[in-house]
């Protein structure tokens, strides 16, 4: 027990099958908050960490869990892929889905619930950092680790790229996924953990669903990020 409880969230995370969906469950952050111990982070939430490993136990032991791809021992040009396959086109689409959903609807109920605008304002941010942070690693961040990981394995070597080494861009892709995941938890605290009001129309129901759908697959995403292909690709690069 005790050495789950003092492992960090994001390590967690990683190694245990299941248990970002339990974290997810429960509002632990393992992406940009992973850092801390699972019992700092437990207490952080006002939950109990002895229950919260009970839950992570059964996750474990759930047989769907047994088809989950362990990504630490991926290469990481499979890893570049997955996350732009999957993490980076459901983003853009849904960024695109929700921009003239959320007009709708703040045009609409405004009126009787004023942080829609305040919302819609948030999420217009986010969408203008997402989009230009993903252009960005599959321009700049994401050819280089390819061709990193492919240079080392062939013994040739390294590109020198123009930021000197990939810890450069990895720092700064990290203080954006900070920035992401702050509006995230402004957006959810606004709309009280997406809890629809009494005079919700069908379009507003599908606003916060789909907010809510996005949030939980950046989580993934930042994770996957942080915390395995950036580690993997610091590793992997030479001393500059």
């Known amino acids: 027990m005790s050495s789950i409880t003092t492992s960090t969230v994001k390590d967690l995370a990683i190694e245990m099958p299941g248990a970002t969906r339990v974290f997810e469950k429960l509002g632990i952050d393992y992406c940009c908050g992973g850092g801390r111990s699972l019992s700092d982070a437990c207490f952080s939430v006002g939950l109990s960490p002895e229950e919260v490993v009970q839950q992570l136990e059964a996750a474990r032991s759930n047989e769907n869990t047994a088809r989950e791809r362990q990504w630490p021992a991926e290469s990481l040009g499979a890893l570049v892929k997955h996350i732009i396959d999957k993490h980076h086109v459901f983003t ?137 292909l950036f580690p993997k690709a610091e590793e992997v690069e030479p001393n500059q």
């Not at 599959?138 to 280089?144: A, D, G, H, Q, R």
């Not at 990939?166 to 809890?195: C, F, W």
């Open 92 to 228: 853009r689409n849904e960024l695109d889905r929700l921009e003239p959903l959320l007009a709708k609807v703040r045009s609409a109920h405004e009126k009787n619930h004023p942080e829609l605008v305040e919302i819609e304002k948030l999420f217009s941010s986010l969408k203008s950092d997402l989009t230009l942070h993903m252009k960005k690693e599959e321009m700049i961040l994401f050819p280089y680790i390819i061709a990193l990981e492919d240079a080392v394995a062939a013994g040739r070597p390294v590109p020198s790229p123009m930021f000197g080494t990939v810890r450069n861009p990895v720092r700064q892709m990290r203080t954006e996924h900070d920035t992401a995941g702050d509006i995230l938890r402004n957006i959810r605290k606004l709309s009280s953990d997406y809890s629809l009001p009494g005079d919700a129309c069908a379009s507003f129901k599908a606003a916060y669903e789909a907010l809510e759908d996005l949030e939980k697959d950046l989580h993934q995403h930042i994770h996957l990020e942080n915390n395995v």
